[in-house]
């Protein structure tokens, strides 16, 4: 069994089930301190006996270790959530990007003396922005349990143990804003995207179109998300591998004058930029690590393998920040999909070929609508358990709405982003000009969505007992793949 994968992915394997089981632990730092020295041995004992599963169970203890101190002991003082449930005065700066919504605004203070930050609820108005210095008096609380939604560990991903509500705010907050820097210029820049696609597009188009370019969801009107979740479109306002496939190509395109390395320099530059632009989600990193490796391996003359750069990808992830992996619902979503598209997609297609050839030719293959469903089908064929055990929400619908939108959405970007650049360098009525034009495919997208949602049994939901079987249907997947030789 286990000589059918490399040394590497087994570590890599066990590291990410070593993450995966460690929240049941309660060993805390200390204890967990025995585990890298656990770890090591193990390590050494793979290297030097060259068995297999030694590294599995290496990877397996080092991930148990890496998750265990991430997280802090919040008995500690040091920890503002010490404190929680008290009034506290606090001061502090703003370090993430302020979430603004129609009503309020969310800013993430990182406070001077403690370690970890805390989620601020403020009004709508005065704004805030990215390195404003703000004191604020209220009541710190621990965020929310819900009954089928962990606030708590939604916000740890990001070292947030602790929210306050609508606290009193001093008036000399900002007068010390550190303004400058490379995060609030990359936030002003966004802000003022986002501003003129206000400008160009009326709602919902603006927002749409802020979406499928930045991949910011904060002003799609609750009635246009509930389309795209029940027709299973809600990705298509995740900035992901795609995204980051065209921006590589463009680039590519806009210096195919220069020598080949330095085409790839510029694109690798471009692709960080970018995910420093829409957000950095689990996802967006994800594509643009495998993005990355791929232009080095242009660059050193090598092959490109998916898979392990894939696995590459969920490791240095998870090193960096193991939350992801048990807590990040995107990130699970993004890996298990692209899984599908590396391996179901082209066993799907070679079985519907051979064994359904009636199907295979009823699909166009013009506009990309054969490729889009087969990649459609592959990526929620993998990426079921987990939008099972998530959602408990099923799209019936999404393989055919996929299809009919998969032609818009690339028209839709170049043309949003065109319209967007010629009204930022003064090009004011050309730039409404082609924004007209981008409006027609942003609408016809929600047309869709809206139409398609509105289909009889389009979502259906789903129970515990379904929940069961999407195991017992995984482990079937795997039994598939692992025959794939013999479709």
């Given at each position: 069994m286990f000589n059918k994968f490399t040394s590497f992915q087994l570590a890599i394997f066990g590291f990410l089930l070593g993450i995966f089981v460690a929240e049941d632990f309660f060993l805390g730092a200390q204890g967990a301190q025995w585990l890298v020295l656990a770890a090591g041995i193990l390590f050494w004992a793979a290297i030097n006996y060259k068995l297999k599963v030694i590294w599995l169970f290496a990877g397996v203890v080092f991930g148990c270790f890496r998750f265990l101190v991430s997280i802090p002991d919040l008995e500690d003082p040091?920890?503002?959530?010490?404190?929680?449930?008290?009034?506290?005065?606090?001061?502090?700066?703003?370090?993430?990007?302020?979430?603004?919504?129609?009503?309020?605004?969310?800013?993430?203070?990182?406070?001077?003396?403690?370690?970890?930050?805390?989620?601020?609820?403020?009004?709508?108005?005065?704004?805030?922005?990215?390195?404003?210095?703000?004191?604020?008096?209220?009541?710190?609380?621990?965020?929310?349990?819900?009954?089928?939604?962990?606030?708590?560990?939604?916000?740890?991903?990001?070292?947030?143990?602790?929210?306050?509500?609508?606290?009193?705010?001093?008036?000399?907050?900002?007068?010390?804003?550190?303004?400058?820097?490379?995060?609030?210029?990359?936030?002003?820049?966004?802000?003022?995207?986002?501003?003129?696609?206000?400008?160009?597009?009326?709602?919902?188009?603006?927002?749409?179109?802020?979406?499928?370019?930045?991949?910011?969801?904060?002003?799609?009107?609750?009635?246009?998300?509930?389309?795209?979740?029940?027709?299973?479109?809600?990705?298509?306002?995740?900035?992901?591998?795609?995204?980051?496939?065209?921006?590589?190509?463009?680039?590519g395109a806009l210096l195919a004058w220069l020598p080949k390395r330095k085409q790839i320099v510029f694109a690798s530059i471009f692709v960080v930029l970018f995910t420093l632009f829409v957000g950095a989600s689990a996802a967006v990193i994800r594509a643009s690590i495998m993005g990355l490796i791929a232009l080095f391996a242009v660059w050193f003359g090598r092959r490109s393998f998916v898979d392990r750069s894939m696995l590459l990808a969920a490791f240095l992830m998870n090193l960096w920040n193991p939350k992801i992996l048990v807590w990040d619902v995107g990130f699970q979503l993004s890996f298990m999909a692209t899984l599908g598209l590396i391996y179901v997609s082209p066993l799907l297609e070679k079985f519907v070929e051979r064994r359904l050839p009636f199907v295979w030719k009823a699909i166009p293959e013009s506009f990309c609508i054969r490729e889009s469903i087969f990649l459609t089908c592959s990526a929620q064929v993998t990426a079921l358990p987990i939008i099972l055990l998530n959602f408990e929400q099923l799209s019936l619908i999404s393989p055919f709405a996929n299809m009919m939108v998969a032609v818009l959405i690339p028209w839709a970007m170049l043309i949003s982003f065109v319209a967007v650049g010629l009204y930022w360098i003064g090009f004011l009525g050309l730039g409404l000009l082609i924004g007209y034009v981008g409006w027609f495919f942003l609408e016809a997208i929600v047309y869709i969505a809206e139409k398609c949602s509105a289909i009889p049994f389009a979502s259906v939901g789903i129970g515990w007992i379904e929940v069961w079987m999407a195991g017992l249907y995984f482990l079937l997947l795997w039994r598939f793949l692992d025959q794939k030789s013999k479709i």
């Open positions: 040091s920890q503002i959530a010490f404190y929680n449930g008290s009034e506290f005065s606090l001061e502090g700066v703003i370090v993430q990007e302020v979430d603004r919504r129609s009503d309020c605004q969310n800013v993430a203070l990182e406070i001077d003396g403690f370690e970890s930050k805390v989620l601020v609820k403020l009004g709508r108005y005065p704004e805030y922005q990215y390195g404003d210095r703000i004191r604020v008096y209220g009541e710190l609380q621990a965020p929310h349990e819900f009954e089928d939604f962990s606030y708590k560990n939604y916000l740890s991903r990001y070292g947030i143990y602790s929210v306050m509500y609508y606290p009193w705010v001093s008036e000399e907050s900002q007068v010390s804003s550190t303004k400058w820097g490379f995060w609030s210029l990359m936030f002003d820049f966004k802000g003022k995207f986002e501003q003129i696609l206000n400008e160009i597009f009326p709602e919902p188009s603006s927002s749409l179109a802020a979406g499928i370019l930045l991949g910011s969801r904060r002003g799609i009107p609750a009635e246009v998300q509930e389309y795209f979740r029940i027709t299973g479109l809600s990705h298509i306002v995740a900035i992901s591998g795609y995204n980051i496939t065209i921006v590589i190509a463009f680039v």
